[in-house]
């Protein structure tokens, strides 16, 4: 059986908010990642979740939802007093805005432990985490994670990471910038999103953005562009590939989480750069058009 491990939290997430009523389901973005990669990959692949979680109802949920998604579970941690984190997303002058409550959270436990961390990780065909990933870390975690990514990179793992740049999870610009560069060193695949770029970085496009993550040692960089071109750049060389229109798009929320998930399924199932890109801007445009970052699998 091949393996798929994705690191990182969990969430309640409360979304809709029209006339103040709100559902409730669960998300984040490595585990929307690891949910659009599952989508994607056959039978033969066993796609896991490493996490924690606490002692609570909605932690049982949290776990009973995954397995139902086809998610392993069996490394994801119970940490006894603590419970997930949960965020609320509303829709306000034609965007999203997220309020989060995650001080709490479980997952930031989840790398604590070194042992339990290669015990997850042993035997990967691929790891997938995130700056969020990061971000709910202390610095001691933080570092352990790094390590445990090296130690089963040496065993043959690939590495995928999403910077996901969000400065509210950070002390300072400075220590997220330098993160994300640490980060980029340890991976095989990498998907910056160039807005978040360009203002955290300054890079000029999508060539720019690539380059630098190129130069920082991470060997396929896709840069992802909202309705835009992605652009796709290896040792192959670098090619554009157009997104899927979409008139009427509903919420972006999990849209770049589906897009990594989906080219990431497609490039283990053997396609090309080319042919997985344009996979993950379909089912991105699947994405965007419903409520939420996990919607219903029989809409691929």
């Not at 994670?145 to 130690?151: N, P, S, T």
């Not at 793992?157 to 610009?173: E, G, H, Q, T, Y």
């Not at 396929?220 to 798009?249: C, F, I, M, Q, T």
């Not at 399924?265 to 419903?290: C, D, F, N, P, Y």
Request: glycine share 10%; charged share 20%.
């Amino acid at each position: 059986m091949r393996r798929l491990v994705s690191i990182g939290e969990c969430m309640i997430e409360m979304s809709g908010g029209t006339g103040g009523e709100y559902r409730m389901g669960f998300a984040g973005d490595t585990l929307n990642a690891a949910y659009y990669a599952r989508a994607g990959l056959g039978g033969d692949w066993q796609v896991d979740y490493l996490s924690a979680v606490g002692d609570d109802l909605y932690s049982g949920q949290m776990r009973n939802f995954l397995q139902s998604r086809r998610i392993g579970t069996a490394h994801v941690k119970t940490i006894p007093g603590k419970r997930p984190g949960l965020y609320l997303i509303h829709q306000a002058d034609g965007d999203r805005h997220f309020t989060y409550w995650r001080d709490s959270s479980a997952a930031r436990l989840l790398a604590d432990d070194p042992a339990a961390l290669d015990a997850g990780l042993a035997g990967a065909e691929l790891v997938y985490f995130s700056g969020i990933s990061l971000a709910i870390l202390s610095e001691p975690a933080r570092n352990s994670l790094y390590e445990a990514l090296k130690r089963a990179r040496d065993a043959g793992a690939k590495i995928a990471f999403d910077p996901n740049v969000r400065p509210a999870l950070w002390m300072d610009m400075e220590a997220m910038k330098a993160e994300i560069a640490r980060a980029a060193t340890h991976c095989d695949f990498a998907f910056p999103t160039l807005s978040d770029e360009k203002g955290l970085f300054g890079d000029a496009d999508a060539e720019a953005c690539a380059a630098r993550y190129r130069d920082w040692g991470a060997g396929e960089v896709v840069v992802r562009n909202g309705a835009a071109n992605a652009l796709v750049a290896s040792d192959g060389g670098e090619v554009s590939v157009p997104a899927e229109k979409v008139p009427y798009p509903i919420d972006p929320t999990g849209a770049g989480d589906s897009f990594s998930g989906a080219y990431l399924a497609a490039r283990l199932s053997g396609s090309t750069a080319e042919a997985a890109a344009k996979r993950a801007h379909k089912v991105a445009s699947i994405v965007i058009q419903h409520p939420g970052a996990l919607v219903p699998l029989d809409l691929f």
